[in-house]
Nanobody, 126 residues
Framework: QVHVEESGGGSVQSGGSLRVSCSVPGDTPMSCMAWFRQAEGKEREEVAAIDRKGQTKYTESVKGRFTISRDAGTNTIYLEMNRLTPEDTAMYYC?????????????????????WGRGTLVTISS
């Protein structure tokens, strides 16, 4: 059983910053890790992804505001979120994948990730 452990999140005023963290314990390397979010009444969307080489991709609405990073050689990633707006309010989920995507992690939509966390709530007040 692979556990995806998320931490961070919380509440902040519009314009503020938050950081969420995610770790997949164990020795099995995850080739692709990503953050998704789902706002109330909306479909889940991919926010940012990173492969083991550190290549990244972002959804358009967070480019320039969010930064995904990864501790080199580990299954620990972070999402630094700046200039937050109420539209960023959502449950944020971390997902990890062993081998479905590989180098395509940052090239294609991630529709079939192996492992998911339970989510951490991010609330932005205006």
């Amino acid at each position: 059983q692979v556990h995806v452990e998320e931490s961070g999140g919380g509440s902040v005023q519009s314009g503020g910053s938050l950081r969420v963290s995610c770790s997949v314990p164990g020795d099995t390397p995850m080739s692709c890790m990503a953050w998704f979010r789902q706002a109330e009444g909306k479909e889940r969307e991919e926010v940012a992804a990173i492969d083991r080489k550190g290549q990244t991709k972002y959804t358009e609405s967070v480019k320039g505001r969010f930064t995904i990073s990864r501790d080199a050689g580990t299954n620990t990633i972070y999402l630094e979120m700046n200039r937050l707006t109420p539209e960023d309010t959502a449950m944020y989920y971390c997902a990890a994948d062993r081998m479905h995507y590989g180098y395509q992690c940052t090239l294609v939509p991630l529709r079939d990730m192996d492992y998911w966390g339970r989510g951490t709530l991010v609330t932005i007040s205006s």
